[in-house]
């Protein structure tokens, strides 16, 4: 089976990474010249909305899914003409724009921090009014690891702040006196099977992640299970779902959803029985889901900027570097580690001083 795979970046490389000893060839379409996933499969350089070169790539494969959410839902509708492509586009067009996205949550009885669409400085100049302050403004497309919203404390921070996030339709939520952070990773088979990961705790600096940490019989397992399993279903959903969630009160509030197999779930490359990869593919191909209990204790951390001396991250017990093949810049997500030990004692060492070394390099 040859799979397409709209973008061209890290997760599509790991996808064929997991692919391929399953018998799976892949076609990337990625207008960037040095696409990271080139290396493992056909490179088609063209924009999203190529149709010229979206046909081709259609006639070319089996089935089509995407690696990332800004690509255009009028893509994945385009291509569903002539090649079975999952996600479905409806699922993409919801998870690219938050707005969408929220008022689904609100639809199926998710909760969600108080939020309003903004379209003008007037409309966030109300919405505060009734929302009130501390709250963030997001853009409602394009906005990923901190980019794209603000964090407005004080009335001076409202003033201009439609402007600064560049006059485009915005959404303005409440801000969360969140206890914690977590995750859930999910995935749904084209006949309505569903398997869940365990529930991962997520760390964020400066709006990007850094560190994941799978939990063990977390208690708030069921409850976001049944969430997930609301907008799986609503959607129709193919393939790798992941859900972040805040800890609010012993209870979920929802943050967002990505259609896409997710930075959080990297862990599973190692810590489980079948990763977020793999059964994505089995998933969208459809084959038999494999099973997502975790294997020890797992962690991972993101690599941001550069990636420390090989031999130093490989001299770490436990310790499994994925390198993207990217460029090094600032701000970049250009590798990450995995943890897998056999006690979560053991685990904690490690993540010390596995942070210890990238904070050093």
């Given amino acids: 089976m040859k799979i397409g795979v709209i973008g061209g970046g890290q997760l599509g490389r790991m996808l064929a990474l997991a692919g391929t000893p399953l018998g799976q060839q892949f076609a990337f379409l990625d207008p960037a010249p040095d696409a990271c996933a080139q290396a493992l499969g056909e490179h088609i350089r063209a924009d999203y909305d190529d149709h010229e070169h979206l046909r081709r790539l259609a006639d070319e494969v089996d089935v089509v899914t995407f690696e990332f959410e800004s690509v255009p839902a009028e893509t994945v509708a385009f291509l569903s003409q002539f090649v079975p492509v999952y996600p479905n586009a409806e699922a993409l067009r919801i998870a690219r724009d938050r707005w969408f996205e929220k008022s689904l949550f609100r639809e199926l009885g998710i909760p969600t921090p108080a939020f309003a669409d903004i379209q003008s400085q007037d409309s966030l100049d109300t919405a505060v009014k009734h929302i009130g302050l501390p709250a963030v403004l997001k853009t409602r497309t394009l906005g990923y690891d901190g980019k794209g919203q603000k964090v407005l404390r004080q009335p001076e921070d409202v003033r201009g702040a439609f402007a600064e996030l560049g006059s485009v339709p915005c959404i303005l ?37 850094s560190l ?36 609010v009160d012993g209870g979920l509030k929802a943050n967002e959803i990505a259609p896409r197999v997710h930075n959080s779930g990297h862990w599973t490359i190692e810590g489980a029985e079948c990763s977020q990869f793999e059964n994505h593919l089995r998933a969208i191909a459809g084959l038999p889901l494999g099973s997502t209990a975790r294997v020890g204790e797992s962690a991972m951390l993101n690599l941001i900027g550069s990636v420390p001396p090989v031999e130093q991250v490989t001299a770490i017990a436990d310790c499994h570097l994925h390198h993207y093949g990217k460029a090094f810049k600032a701000g970049r997500k250009v590798g990450h580690a995995t943890l897998r030990c056999h006690d979560a004692s053991t685990l904690r060492s490690r993540i010390a001083e596995l942070q210890s070394l990238i904070n050093t390099a």
Avoid at 180 to 185: A, H, N
Avoid at 221 to 232: F, H, I, K, M, P
């Fill in 173 to 209: 939520e409440g801000f969360v006196p969140f206890t914690g952070e977590v995750s859930l990773i999910a995935v749904r088979a084209r006949d309505g099977q569903t398997r869940f990961y365990p529930l991962v705790h997520n760390t964020h600096i400066n709006g990007i992640l």
């Fill in 212 to 247: 994941s940490v799978a939990s063990s019989a977390h208690p708030l397992q069921a409850l976001a299970e049944d969430y997930v399993g609301r907008v799986l279903d609503k959607l129709e959903y193919v393939g790798v779902l992941a859900f972040e969630f805040f800890e």
